[in-house]
């Protein structure tokens, strides 16, 4: 079955405690992305990488970091974690990168205390 | 600024009414335009999506209307079924930078039985 699988699903933690969120994919694609939601904003890109060893900055990337040393691995790494970061944050991956579906995974929501 | 806005942020429709959910976007370069759903505690996943060459898309009871003129695209859900209650999200797509997808702020529909 396809899947694209976020760890963890929950997640509470203090403020400046360093935390990865691992994202896998098992559909072969190229092109990964994380997204954070909030309400009235949508989903806005954090980061995305069109290939292994290659990253580039969305549209708010300040305060996190990824890397992409597989292809179905980009794990989200937040290295000093502040309250403004409190969100639900999703992995996506798409087949190439022109007009193509994205596929989400289940989310994690993350609460910085 | 967002680059897509959405409304309405919430919808109530009785069973069986129209929900109409509108779009308007900013960049000309835009030329995909998505329509995702999101149920709780899932990820989005792609309902439906156009291509500019044309004004109107139908799979089943979902038409995308789009308007290139006016910079508009519209969801239209026909006879709306409380299986329907979940959260929509529009998105557009184009050639920007890794061809993200910028997503309009989600509206969140009810169907009262």
């Known amino acids: 079955e396809a899947q694209v699988t976020q760890n963890p699903r929950y997640l509470i933690t203090v403020t400046g405690k360093k935390l990865t969120v691992t994202c896998s994919q098992n559909m072969n694609h190229e092109y990964m992305s994380w997204y954070r939601q909030d309400p009235g904003l949508g989903l806005r890109q954090i980061y995305y990488s069109m290939n292994v060893e290659v990253t580039d900055k969305g549209d708010v990337p300040e305060g996190y970091k990824v890397s992409r040393k597989e292809k179905r691995n980009f794990p989200l790494i937040l290295e000093s974690p502040s309250p403004n970061q409190t969100s639900l944050y999703f992995c996506a991956t798409r087949q190439g990168t022109r007009n193509t579906e994205a596929f989400f995974g289940q989310g994690t929501r993350l609460t910085v205390v | 600024q967002q680059q897509v806005k959405q409304s309405p942020q919430s919808l109530i429709v009785q069973k069986g009414g129209i929900s109409i959910i509108n779009c308007a976007y900013e960049?000309?370069?835009?030329?995909?335009f998505p329509w995702y759903q999101q149920f709780p505690g899932k990820g989005p996943a792609l309902l439906i999506a156009i291509r500019p060459d044309v004004s109107e898309k139908k799979e089943g009871r979902f038409t995308i209307s789009f308007n290139k003129s006016a910079k508009q695209f519209s969801l239209h859900i026909m006879d709306s079924q409380p299986g329907d209650s979940a959260t929509y999200f529009c998105?557009?797509?184009?050639?920007?930078?890794?061809?993200?997808?910028?997503f309009g702020g989600g509206t969140r529909l009810m169907v009262k039985p």
């Open positions: 960049n000309t370069a835009f030329d995909y």
């Open positions: 998105a557009a797509s184009g050639d920007n930078a890794g061809n993200m997808l910028t």
